[in-house]
């Protein structure tokens, strides 16, 4: 069989790790965002409603071909994307339990047709082109189908995104395509149209609370788990990314209030930044703001609105409500890829905290 050379091209775009197929990891050898990354559906916290959705589609065999996966950094829209990857390429006869998969089915994950792409560095109207023809082809056994999971796919330009609106629409019985996404406004509504949309919930408090003492065992730690639990729940983090990344620094020593404000964000002073905009010093903020790049947005703004919001708790009058606004400005999903609205936002919020 002739395969594209643009096909063949995609494989250097191909996510260069993937922590399924080394079989012989323990669950002490990696930092706890790996080692516990979920692996069939069921492991999926708090994602009951989701799990069910899922089941009852593999069972009866109606599977879209086209999933956008939508959430918030942490929640774990790639790794259920690889897990519905996996899943399209077992047999069809065997329904929901194709979604929970096999220590075996994952150390195979390479050889099946399934490419991620980073929609980052690859989102013009040439890269999706290439990708499109390369799915025109039938997938090779042991593969079921051919799997396209696009990361950070707010990322891909409109026009690249319109070429895909007769590919999704039209689509033959061996393609699918799955969408990661934090930003679903970007995603233009005609393909919104198109695809079945998964939004990841937040994980509850005793989510937290469960999956903190999974990853406390998993590393024999003797810290107590309540007090990361309670620094997570006053800074509003309930993703399973961000809450394991802080419990990885928490077990290491780090106190809770620390670890919770530096999670995802390297060499980056949260605490400062947090300080700083509380007392309205726009100059403080601005110079520990500056090396900051895209991947720091999020995390910083779930940062300072957690610290913002311990502060609005016992806050009254005009400060409470300069200090909710601040908040709204600063979460706003318009500034979550863009550095310059991102820095506009915090100013603008630190400014007004120097009102009152």
């Not at 107590?224 to 983090?237: T, V």
Request: net charge neutral; hydrophobic share 40%.
């Amino acid at each position: 069989m002739v395969i594209s050379k643009s096909w063949n091209h995609l494989e250097k775009l191909t996510h260069p790790h993937n922590q399924a197929s080394r079989t012989s990891d323990t669950m002490t050898d990696r930092v706890l965002s790996l080692s516990l990354r979920p692996k069939t559906i069921g492991d999926c916290v708090g994602q009951e409603n989701m799990t069910i959705l899922l089941e009852n589609q593999f069972n009866s065999g109606r599977i879209p071909h086209f999933y956008i996966i939508h959430g918030p950094i942490g929640s774990g829209k790639t790794t259920l994307a690889r897990i519905l990857g996996l899943a399209l390429q077992m047999d069809p006869a065997e329904g929901e339990k194709r979604l929970h998969l096999s220590e075996e089915a994952w150390s195979t994950y390479r050889r099946y047709d399934i490419r991620e792409v980073n929609a980052a560095n690859t989102n013009g109207i040439d890269d999706i082109r290439a990708i499109i023809e390369g799915m025109r082809y039938r997938p090779i056994a042991p593969s079921r189908a051919r799997v396209v999971i696009m990361d950070e796919a707010h990322q891909i330009t409109a026009p690249a995104q319109n070429t895909l609106l007769t590919e999704t629409e039209d689509v033959a019985n061996h393609v699918y395509y799955i969408f990661c996404t934090s930003n679903l406004t970007k995603i233009i509504p005609a393909l919104q149209r198109r695809a079945y949309i998964i939004n990841t919930s937040p994980l509850t408090a005793p989510d937290i609370t469960a999956l903190i003492e999974r990853a406390k065992k998993a590393v024999a730690a003797e810290e107590p788990a309540e007090p990361l639990a309670k620094a997570l729940a006053d800074n509003g983090i309930t993703s399973p990314g961000l809450v394991l990344q802080a419990a990885e620094k928490y077990f290491n020593g780090v106190p809770a209030d620390e670890a919770v404000l530096n999670t995802d964000i390297t060499g980056i002073d949260t605490m400062g930044i947090c300080r700083a905009m509380c007392k309205g010093a726009w100059p403080a903020a601005a110079q520990l703001l500056k090396p900051i790049s895209k991947t720091d947005i999020v995390p910083i703004k779930y940062a300072v609105s957690g610290y913002l919001k311990s502060v609005l708790l016992n806050s009254t009058g005009k400060r409470a409500y300069s200090i909710a606004h601040s908040i709204i400005s600063i979460m706003d999903d318009k500034n979550n890829d863009s550095i310059p609205l991102f820095l506009s936002a915090m100013c603008m919020a630190c400014l007004e905290m120097s009102a009152v």
